[in-house]
């Protein structure tokens, strides 16, 4: 049985059959154009396959509330082409197959809680640190959601006592997006976060903000494994000292047996997104 | 048939039985004394009714994992008695029935959830602001749990600028239980809440700390509903207060239509808690 997923991206489309084990069969990867052509795009791949379902996981925001008129539709993103693009009526309409469809960051929630990292434990938390913040959970399963997907990438934050940065969320001044994406590194730099890989404050206070946000995620959801994954995370001395300031903040109220295995790294190279998007259809 | 259910609160215990309508046909209560003594009464009252399952909403913390040896055992509470007591095994000893046990805020919002204000929503969030602060989720009719119960009375929020209070929970210096429990407010000022009515200050103080932590709770859960009950929540001025400065917070990256349906108070008067353990059982 051969099942088709998307890794439908800002910038880029991951497209792939696998089979329900989580073995990708065959891989196509193009930039995100015009609404339209880069579905006939995907299409043209998937003509080539005998697929059974459709799964898909998007960049956001979507409106994935299922009572909603503009259920499936991609809502007010920056990406002018995409805003209100009807994005699950449009695959409906090319694929005969049944389609499925969450969050990019819910699927590859997903992805690792089936196939790699989180295999075996009962509740997984994706973060993805990359041009913005969002996570997704898995629970028993299930990618859980509300009367939308969660915005976890707006939780606030308390500042950093030597950042005078105000924030690079429109919204929020102190939103850990706004504080702690890609984006808000270079915003408050002037520079790329990889042109300020030495410059140890900069990492100090990127990880003081993750670890709170991490801290409130857990005492809300109490999940079992943290994966932090995206562009940012690619800093790989992050993981220690997120780890360390979060076990400061959480200071000994829950127990971790070992934050080691807690807070971990994504470990499906890139594939969790399109694996995920693969077992959305199960 | 009969159900039974049991709100065993710090202070007092209710037991109740009722039907599977949310209707309750008894009603007893007691002060919580010693614990073989206050389980032994509760089975005096019971053994009047000829039940088919129990449920129990018990204060806390609570071992819920139930991968845990010690799943359903009272964890390390300042009721000195209680610590380490096995809650769940005492109550399956003296009952022939199956026994059903999750926390007293879950319960008190599945009660809300089946049979209160937030009948017909799919997701509903129940904060209780009073001894301390903690918070149930119920979503598509079932508690949320992760690894153990959610302990979101701990999540972080920003200090008030007026506010120099060190924080009361012994492990956090800014989490919402520590800024703004009932044992906050009397420590702080050196008073009850019930004495400080007229001073204005103590519940702007109050809202806005309340507010941060709605507002991350909402951007994490999603709540179609969230309920605010406690003691403290006896100052209805609060809620328009907290409504207030949460859409503040919010700043319109989220559409709620109307903040006075999302936010409001328990409607079951009092019974939410033991009508949510008799809805344990289904
Ligand atoms: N090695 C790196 N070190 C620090 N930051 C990085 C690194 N690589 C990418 N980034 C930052 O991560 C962000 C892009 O994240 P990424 O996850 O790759 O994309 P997206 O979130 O758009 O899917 C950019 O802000 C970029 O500057
Ligand atoms: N009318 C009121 N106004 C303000 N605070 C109150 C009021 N009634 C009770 N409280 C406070 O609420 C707390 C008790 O909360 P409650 O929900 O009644 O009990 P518990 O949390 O122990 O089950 C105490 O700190 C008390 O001072
Ligand atoms: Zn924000
Ligand atoms: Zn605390």
Redesign the interface.
């Known amino acids: 049985m051969l099942i088709g997923g998307i890794e439908a991206g800002g910038t880029k489309f991951v497209c792939a059959v696998g089979d329900e084990n989580g073995k990708v069969l065959d891989k196509v990867s193009f930039p995100t154009g015009d609404p339209d052509a880069t579905l006939a795009e995907a299409k043209a791949f998937f003509d080539q396959h005998d697929i059974t379902a459709l799964g898909v996981g998007t960049f956001g925001p979507v409106d994935l509330n299922r009572h909603s008129d503009t259920y499936g539709n991609i809502l007010n993103t920056p990406k002018t082409k995409w805003r209100n693009y009807p994005l699950l009526k449009k695959f409906q309409a090319d694929y005969s197959v049944p389609v499925y469809l969450d969050t990019d960051v819910n699927a590859a929630c997903l992805g690792e809680y089936n196939y790699g990292v989180s295999r075996g434990v009962?509740?997984c938390l994706y973060i993805t640190v990359g041009t913005g913040i969002g996570a997704g959970l898995v629970?028993d399963g299930k990618v859980?959601?509300?009367?939308?997907?969660?915005?976890?990438?707006?939780?606030?934050?308390?500042?950093h006592e030597e950042d005078p940065f105000e924030g690079a969320c429109p919204?929020?001044g102190?939103c850990i997006e706004g504080l702690a994406s890609g984006t808000a590194i270079e915003k408050r730099y002037s520079k790329k976060g990889i042109e300020l890989v030495d410059n140890e404050k900069v990492w100090e206070i990127e990880a003081y903000y993750l670890a709170?946000a991490i801290?409130?995620?857990f005492?809300?959801?109490?999940?079992?494994k943290i994966i932090l994954g995206g562009g940012v995370m690619k800093q790989e001395k992050l993981y220690s000292m997120i780890r360390q300031q979060f076990m400061e903040?959480?200071?000994?109220?829950?127990q971790v047996e070992n934050v080691n295995e807690l807070i971990v790294a994504p470990s499906l190279e890139d594939e969790q997104g399109v694996l995920g998007a693969i077992a959305l259809c199960e």
């Open positions: 009962d509740s629970q859980f959601q509300g009367r939308n997907h969660s915005e976890m990438g707006h939780i606030l934050v308390q500042k919204s929020h102190s709170q801290m409130n995620y005492v809300v959801l109490q999940p079992e903040l959480l200071n000994g109220y829950l």
